[in-house]
């Protein structure tokens, strides 16, 4: 079977702005489309920085060796897979490239500059450096919204200037949800866009949870309810972006709880292991644990049920590695009952009243389990306010508060 072999250069942005070559990314790709022969190099003349980091602490640790990785054919290391499009952003490439199927080299060759993170993927073949984007400027959102936009990708490819804007704006974001990296005189922004087919007003539901994460103590980024034309969306602060333009490293706890011999991601995890996780690599392990206890409890109390690896992440801004702000976080549009992640060796999240053995699990006393699960109920009473806050009418407050599984009284 014929097999093509490709290396890719690993660029990043350094906080101060600065884009230096990282490392070298080999694979080989077989006809079939498998891939195999995984090798990761670091240059040494990134080895040899002050302020050199590991893209990866436990999988890709500063070194001058050639690091291997063994594969079952379909999956990459997670600090190369965080650097890629997940489901909207490979939807909109195959729209573009007009292809049904992408395999992993079409991927790589197909990432585009704007993207969440500090890393950047090029073919070896070019050894230019690239510029990072800054996404879409906030005066040309209007016309991607004029242009009859729904959140979908079913507009006629003859509307270059739409595919020409999603390709430029999200092509390289991870999620499934329309969103969007623009950037205005206020900095660089995520927008995520309702779509026409949600069951409630999903902008203001994770606004609204977001202000719920902030009330109860935890990081969470600055965010607003925007308008473009009359496409409401949700605008969050990037918290990947330095104060100088620059870029922070994020490295997904799905990625450190990769499958190490086959890169395939968890079938299953749990708190407990971002807990270890956490507690081996975080710089404040105490502070870590107790915002992940919180978002856990949270989770549970509006049924965030989406509460999957990719939407926990460590931050590395320089000085070592924290937890993440908190993101992704709103009641779940369908009815699953069991959370992605476990505690406790169970799919659902204890009540606030019964968490005490959860924070135990996590390595959290009784009196600080009982203080965050107090500031969790505090800041949950006022979810239906924040929901009324962002705009959302009684209907609306009703039918997010049902997914939520909260109580539907109107103040």
Same mark, same amino acid.
């Given at each position: 079977?014929? /097999?093509? =072999?490709?290396?890719? $250069?690993? @660029?990043?942005?350094?906080?101060?702005?600065?884009?230096?070559?990282?490392?070298?990314?080999?694979?080989?790709?077989?006809?079939?489309?498998?891939?195999?022969?995984?090798? #990761?190099?670091?240059?040494?003349?990134?080895?040899?920085?002050?302020?050199?980091?590991?893209?990866?602490?436990?999988?890709?640790?500063?070194?001058?060796?050639?690091?291997?990785?063994?594969?079952?054919? !379909?999956?990459?290391?997670?600090?190369?897979?965080?650097?890629?499009?997940? +489901?909207?952003?490979?939807?909109? *490439?195959?729209?573009?490239?007009?292809?049904?199927?992408?395999?992993?080299? %079409?991927?790589?060759?197909?990432?585009?500059?704007?993207?969440?993170? +500090?890393?950047?993927?090029?073919?070896?073949?070019?050894? &230019?450096?690239?510029?990072?984007?800054?996404?879409?400027?906030?005066?040309?959102?209007? =016309?991607?919204?004029?242009?009859? @936009?729904?959140?979908?990708?079913?507009?006629?490819?003859?509307?270059?200037?739409? #595919?020409?804007?999603?390709?430029?704006?999200?092509?390289?974001?991870?999620?499934?949800?329309?969103?969007?990296?623009?950037?205005?005189?206020?900095?660089?922004?995520?927008?995520?866009?309702?779509?026409?087919?949600?069951?409630?007003?999903?902008?203001?539901?994770?606004?609204?949870?977001?202000?719920?994460?902030? =009330?109860?103590?935890?990081?969470?980024?600055?965010?607003?309810?925007? %308008?473009?034309?009359?496409?409401?969306?949700?605008?969050?602060?990037? #918290?990947?972006?330095?104060? &100088?333009?620059?870029? $922070? !490293?994020?490295?997904?706890?799905?990625?450190?709880?990769? &499958?190490?011999?086959?890169?395939?991601?968890?079938? /299953?995890?749990? $708190?407990?292991?971002?807990?270890?996780?956490?507690?081996? $690599?975080?710089?404040?392990?105490?502070? +870590?644990?107790?915002?992940?206890?919180?978002?856990?409890?949270? &989770?549970?109390?509006?049924?965030?049920?989406?509460? !999957?690896?990719?939407?926990?992440?460590?931050?590395?801004?320089?000085?070592?590695?924290?937890?993440?702000?908190?993101?992704?976080?709103?009641?779940?549009?369908?009815?699953?009952?069991?959370?992605?992640?476990?505690?406790?060796?169970?799919?659902?999240?204890?009540?606030?009243?019964?968490?005490?053995?959860?924070?135990?699990?996590?390595?959290?006393?009784?009196?600080?389990?009982?203080?965050?699960?107090?500031?969790?109920?505090?800041?949950?009473?006022?979810?239906?306010? #924040?929901?009324? =806050?962002?705009?959302?009418?009684?209907?609306?407050?009703?039918?997010?508060?049902?997914?939520?599984?909260?109580?539907?009284?109107? *103040?």
């Amino acid at each position: 079977m014929t /097999s093509k =072999k490709e290396s890719f $250069y690993l @660029w990043r942005c350094l906080p101060n702005g600065e884009v230096i070559k990282v490392g070298l990314f080999a694979l080989e790709q077989f006809q079939n489309g498998k891939i195999d022969k995984l090798q #990761f190099q670091y240059t040494k003349e990134y080895i040899k920085r002050n302020d050199a980091i590991s893209l990866d602490p436990l999988n890709a640790p500063l070194t001058d060796e050639l690091l291997h990785y063994e594969t079952n054919g !379909h999956y990459l290391p997670g600090f190369i897979d965080d650097c890629l499009p997940d +489901d909207w952003g490979r939807r909109v *490439i195959a729209l573009i490239l007009s292809i049904k199927y992408l395999n992993t080299l %079409t991927i790589l060759n197909n990432v585009n500059n704007t993207l969440i993170g +500090d890393i950047l993927i090029t073919s070896s073949s070019c050894n &230019n450096k690239p510029i990072f984007s800054k996404g879409i400027n906030i005066n040309n959102i209007n =016309k991607l919204v004029k242009s009859g @936009w729904n959140g979908h990708l079913d507009l006629s490819m003859e509307n270059f200037q739409y #595919f020409s804007m999603l390709k430029t704006g999200s092509s390289g974001v991870g999620g499934a949800r329309p969103k969007l990296l623009v950037s205005d005189n206020e900095g660089e922004w995520i927008y995520k866009f309702n779509r026409s087919n949600d069951i409630f007003d999903v902008a203001i539901a994770e606004w609204a949870s977001l202000q719920v994460s902030k =009330k109860a103590g935890f990081i969470t980024p600055d965010c607003f309810i925007a %308008t473009i034309g009359e496409r409401k969306c949700l605008k969050i602060k990037r #918290f990947d972006v330095s104060p &100088n333009g620059g870029r $922070y !490293h994020l490295l997904t706890l799905n990625s450190l709880l990769k &499958n190490r011999y086959t890169q395939e991601d968890p079938f /299953s995890a749990s $708190y407990e292991d971002i807990g270890k996780i956490i507690r081996k $690599y975080c710089i404040n392990p105490n502070r +870590d644990i107790h915002q992940l206890f919180g978002q856990l409890l949270l &989770n549970g109390q509006i049924a965030n049920t989406d509460d !999957h690896l990719r939407n926990f992440s460590l931050i590395n801004r320089g000085k070592g590695w924290e937890l993440s702000p908190v993101y992704d976080i709103l009641p779940s549009q369908d009815n699953d009952s069991f959370h992605q992640i476990t505690i406790l060796k169970k799919p659902y999240i204890p009540s606030l009243e019964d968490a005490e053995d959860a924070g135990k699990a996590l390595g959290i006393n009784k009196a600080d389990s009982f203080k965050i699960a107090t500031n969790v109920k505090a800041a949950i009473s006022k979810f239906h306010y #924040f929901l009324k =806050k962002g705009g959302a009418s009684d209907d609306e407050c009703k039918k997010i508060l049902i997914r939520a599984r909260l109580p539907c009284t109107i *103040i």
